[in-house]
Structure formats: structure tokens, C-alpha cells
């Protein structure tokens, strides 16, 4: 790894060996693109400002910018095609802003009866306050993989209704292209409950466009509640 450098005002004297380590501090610059980097390049910005850019960041070749405090603007405030921006790495995969992975939460608008006993039904989760990459697809009640990787499934949903005889069973399944994929939670439910919750994850190796829903099953008459506490899925790229 090449030398530590500091920059004031310029980056005209920026090294042309490559890999470096340079430190871009109390700049102001105003160009085409404000700070581009390359050439496997790792540059650290702090407390930078300038205006008028058609691109504030951008970094490619295999370059790493980590900024910190006041940032430089642009039209397009950042482009990383093959490099990365980051705030700091959390991760081993330097993408640790919630904008970078992969990742979808999905909710029930109202509660949700369960049309017929002891048989699997698809929870038609449609509304998502995070959605990244578009993971989450309120269109069809499911996840929709952006790209391919290890996915992290964890789904909740909440059980209630009356009359429930002695040897009621209820239970939350994770399904992948129209098929079980796996069992995330079952439990027996006794006659004096007035509903039961049921969780579970599972870990899954995923390729882009495959579908991930959530069904539900219960041998009495059931209502899935929508309270966000209780019923609830996301879906998060992990690897």
C-alpha cells in the first residue's frame, strides 16, 4: 500500500501509482466530476463543499472513497459502476448503508381470515416502508430476488380466533416458486387461547428473480391479525 498523503485545496497533485492511500480534508471544488477515483485507489474525504458538479462522487476500477462529515454535491451525487462509496465499513462487504443490500419488509394493510382450514394460503402482504432493490413486490405479496446470494427469510404472524377445539394446529411455511421450501414455525393452539403468534427464519440461497412468499395454515377458523407486532416478513441479501 502506497503512502499516506494530505490534500488542502487541490487534488491536481494526486499520485498516479496506484494502489494509494489519500486524504482529501476542507476542499471546495466545482467540475465536471468533483473527486474521481480508480486504479484500486482507497480515499478518505472529510468536510468537503462545492457546487455546480455534474457528479459529486464517484469511484470505479476497484477505487474505495469513505467520506465523513459534509459532503460535496452534484446533479448525480454519487456514481460507484465497479468501485465503492461508503461511510465507513461495517461489514466484510463494504456495503453497509441501507441502500446497497438487497432488502424488503412487508406488512398486512388489514387483518386477513384464513378462507379454509388445514389448508396452506399465501398472507397477501401488501404494503413495504423499506424496499431495496425493489425486494419487495406489494403487486404479487412476495419477494421478488434482485440478485443472486444468501438471503436471510424472517417472517411473524399473529393467530387469533375463538372455539378452538384441543388438537388445533397452526403454522407459518416459507415458499419459493410456488413450492415448500421450508417450515418456519408450528405450534398446537388450546381451546382457552385467544390467538397465538408464530416466528421463525430460515437461510436461503437464492437466484435473481426467484419468488419468496408466506403461507399460513390453521385446522379452525383463524384470522391473521395485521398489527405490525405481530405479522410482518422481510427479506435481506446477507452473502
Given at each position: 500500500m502506497g503512502a499516506r498523503q494530505s490534500f488542502e485545496h487541490s487534488i491536481n497533485e494526486m499520485p498516479t501509482k496506484c494502489p494509494q492511500i489519500v486524504e482529501i480534508s476542507r476542499g471546495c471544488f466545482a467540475c465536471e466530476f468533483q473527486i474521481w477515483l480508480s486504479c484500486q485507489f482507497q480515499f478518505f474525504v472529510t468536510n468537503t463543499a462545492g457546487t455546480g458538479n455534474t457528479i459529486g462522487l464517484a469511484a470505479g476500477e476497484g477505487?474505495?472513497?469513505?467520506?465523513?462529515?459534509?459532503?460535496?454535491?452534484?446533479?448525480?451525487?454519487?456514481?460507484?459502476?465497479?468501485?465503492?462509496?461508503?461511510?465507513?465499513?461495517?461489514n466484510p462487504w463494504g456495503d453497509n448503508t441501507t441502500q446497497q443490500r438487497a432488502a424488503g419488509i412487508m406488512y398486512l394493510d388489514k387483518d386477513f381470515v384464513i378462507p379454509s382450514a388445514n389448508v396452506l394460503t399465501k398472507l397477501p402482504l401488501?404494503?413495504?416502508?423499506?424496499?431495496?432493490?425493489?425486494?419487495?413486490?406489494?403487486?404479487?405479496?412476495?419477494?421478488?430476488?434482485?440478485?443472486?446470494?444468501?438471503?436471510?427469510?424472517?417472517?411473524?404472524?399473529?393467530?387469533?380466533?375463538?372455539?378452538?377445539a384441543s388438537n388445533a394446529v397452526i403454522g407459518l411455511v416459507a415458499y419459493t416458486d410456488g413450492g415448500v421450501n421450508g417450515t418456519l414455525d408450528e405450534s398446537p393452539i388450546l381451546s382457552t387461547q385467544s390467538g397465538c403468534s408464530l416466528s421463525g427464519s430460515l437461510t436461503l440461497l437464492l437466484n435473481a428473480d426467484q419468488k419468496v412468499e408466506i403461507y399460513v395454515t390453521a385446522n379452525y377458523a383463524s384470522t391473521i391479525t395485521s398489527n405490525v407486532a405481530h405479522t410482518f416478513a422481510t427479506l435481506t441479501n446477507i452473502a
Open positions: 477505487a474505495t472513497l469513505i467520506k465523513s462529515g459534509n459532503t460535496i454535491t452534484g446533479t448525480q451525487a454519487e456514481s460507484a459502476t465497479g468501485g465503492t462509496i461508503t461511510s465507513g465499513v461495517t401488501n404494503l413495504s416502508p423499506h424496499n431495496v432493490k425493489n425486494t419487495a413486490n406489494i403487486a404479487t405479496n412476495s419477494f421478488i430476488v434482485p440478485e443472486s446470494g444468501i438471503y436471510l427469510l424472517h417472517a411473524r404472524a399473529g393467530f387469533s380466533g375463538t372455539g378452538a
